[in-house]
Nanobody, 125 residues
């Protein structure tokens, strides 16, 4: 499956942004998805994940109050809604996919088989 992430950009502190990850080449409803982010010199960090059914979500530490992951099977797209953004959220955001079983979600990089190219989010005044 091929993943195309989009929606990044430069925003001001306190703003919201919604990232999209569109999948092609596979049966979208059979995959669980994750979002990770990475800044220069640091390891890729888990942000959010959603199960293939969409009923189970998981979030990185402290992110759930501001971030929300969702998926639209009809559009083969996974979304990451980010609110109250701060400079600490500046990073390249990556989406990933894996044909997990049932309600399982993945929170580790090594659990995913497919990755998108990344979209840059810059939060700055």
């Amino acid at each position: 499956v091929q993943l195309q992430a989009s929606g990044g950009g430069r925003v001001q502190p306190g703003d919201s942004l919604r990232l999209s990850c569109t999948a092609s080449g596979g049966t979208f409803s059979r995959y669980g998805f994750g979002w990770f982010r990475q800044t220069l010199g640091r390891e890729r960090e888990f942000v959010a994940a959603i199960s293939l059914s969409g009923l189970t979500q998981s979030y990185g530490r402290g992110l759930e109050p501001r971030f929300a992951i969702s998926k639209d099977n009809a559009k083969s797209t996974v979304y990451l809604q980010m609110n109250s953004l701060g400079p600490e959220d500046t990073a390249v955001y990556y989406c990933a996919a894996k044909d997990f079983d049932g309600s399982r979600v993945g929170i580790e990089v090594h659990e995913y088989d497919y990755w998108g190219q990344g979209t840059l989010v810059t939060v700055s005044s």
